[in-house]
C-alpha cells in the first residue's frame, strides 16, 4: 500500500512549494525535489486548475500502486486534501476559497530526463549506454502493455519523461494520461481529448483521437529515433526514408565509435521503424518488440556478429524482414 503524506508534511520539506525546491514541470503540475524519511524524492504538485477530479486522481493513483519495475519510477507516497486558504489570483489579488492539493510522491532520479542529456549530448558516442537505454525503456513498456493485472497506457512517451538514475538506466515516469482498458486485448477506446507531444503522438490519436498500446508503440519508435539518429534524426528520416536513413544511422555510429554494434544498431533502427507505421495494426506488440531485441542479443552473443557491415546480408534478425512496398518499412 502506498502511503499518504500529509499537506503539512510535503510543505515543510519543500519550503511551501519554492521556488528554489522546484526541479521542473511534468505532465498536469511542478516537480520539486525535496527529503522525506532521509529519502530524496520527486514531489509532483497536479495542477488544481485542471479540475481533475477524485476519480481521475484515484485512476492514477492505483496504476502506480500496481505498477513494481525496474524501469517504471517507482511512487512512493499521495497527498489528497482540501484546505481553505487564501488563493492568489491572476491579476494579483486573493481570495479566500477552498484549494485542492493532490499530490504524488516519487523516487528521485538523478541523473535527470533523458530529452536533457540528448539536447545536451551529455551521452556522449557511446553505444552500449544509448542501447541500454532503449532496452531497458522498451522493458518498462512492455510491463505496462502486458506484465500488470489489466493493460496499462502511457499515452505520452517521449524523452522527456524517461528519467534516468545515476547508471543511465532509464524509467518511465508521469502516468497523467494512463488509462486502463478492460474491452479487449486490442484495449482500442476513442476519447474526447488527448494531451500529448505532436511528434510522439501517433496520427490515429493526433487526427481521430482513437488510443490503444499501438499509440504507445509508436512514440516508442519515434523516442529510439531520437536516441539512435542524434537531434536531427526524425528529420532526417521523414526526408530520405527508412531504407536511406537505416544507412545513414549506421554510418552515423560507424563514425563516432568504432566499437559500436551495428547489427544492434540497424536492427533497433528497424524495430523503431516499424513502430512508426502509420496503420496501427501494422505495428508490433511489445512482445514482439522484445522477442526481436533479445533474438538478436543471442545471435550477437552466440555468433559474433560485432563486425557486421550494413550491407551483410546476415542483417536481419528471425522476425524482422525487409518490405518493399512505397515507404520502405519492416514489418515484424
Not at 498536469?28 to 527529503?35: H, M
Not at 511489445?286 to 551483410?312: A, C, F, P, R
Request: charge should be neutral.
Amino acid at each position: 500500500m502506498i502511503p499518504r503524506i500529509d499537506l503539512s508534511d510535503l510543505r515543510i520539506i519543500t519550503n511551501h512549494f519554492s521556488d528554489t525546491h522546484k526541479i521542473g514541470r511534468g505532465g498536469y503540475g511542478e516537480v520539486y525535489k525535496a527529503v522525506y524519511k532521509k529519502e530524496e524524492i520527486a514531489v509532483k504538485l497536479l495542477d488544481s486548475a485542471k479540475e481533475i477530479d477524485d476519480k481521475q486522481f484515484m485512476n492514477e493513483l492505483s496504476n502506480h500502486m500496481k505498477v513494481q519495475h525496474p524501469n517504471i519510477v517507482r511512487l512512493v507516497g499521495y497527498c489528497n486534501e482540501v484546505t481553505s486558504e487564501y488563493i492568489e489570483q491572476k491579476d494579483g489579488s486573493s481570495v479566500f476559497g477552498k484549494h485542492i492539493y493532490k499530490v504524488l510522491c516519487f523516487e528521485y532520479m538523478h541523473g535527470t530526463s533523458l530529452d536533457k542529456h540528448l539536447s545536451g549530448n551529455s551521452l556522449g558516442h557511446d553505444w552500449p549506454t544509448h542501447y541500454q537505454i532503449i532496452k531497458g525503456t522498451c522493458e518498462g513498456l512492455c510491463y505496462l502493455h502486458c506484465g500488470c493485472e489489466r493493460p496499462i497506457l502511457h499515452l505520452d512517451l517521449k524523452p522527456a519523461n524517461i528519467l534516468l538514475d545515476k547508471r543511465k538506466n532509464p524509467k518511465i515516469a508521469d502516468f497523467g494520461l494512463s488509462r486502463i482498458y478492460t474491452t479487449s486485448r486490442t484495449h482500442v477506446k476513442v476519447i474526447g481529448s488527448v494531451s500529448g507531444t505532436t511528434n510522439y503522438m501517433a496520427p490515429e490519436v493526433r487526427k481521430e483521437g482513437v488510443v490503444s498500446d499501438k499509440a504507445d508503440v509508436f512514440s516508442l519508435g519515434v523516442t529510439i529515433i531520437d536516441v539512435i539518429g542524434g537531434s536531427g534524426g526524425l528529420e532526417t528520416y521523414r526526408e530520405h526514408g527508412a531504407k536511406k536513413f537505416v544507412e545513414y544511422v549506421c554510418t552515423y555510429w560507424r563514425e563516432r565509435d568504432n566499437t559500436a554494434d551495428l547489427y544492434q544498431v540497424e536492427t533497433c533502427t528497424k524495430i523503431a521503424i516499424c513502430c512508426m507505421h502509420t496503420d496501427r495494426h501494422q505495428r508490433p506488440t511489445m512482445k514482439e518488440i522484445m522477442v526481436n531485441l533479445n533474438d538478436m542479443e543471442t545471435q550477437v552473443l552466440g555468433k559474433g556478429l560485432h563486425t557486421l557491415t550494413v550491407n551483410s546480408s546476415r542483417h536481419v534478425p528471425n522476425k524482422l524482414s525487409s518490405d518493399n512496398s512505397e515507404g520502405g518499412h519492416w514489418m515484424l
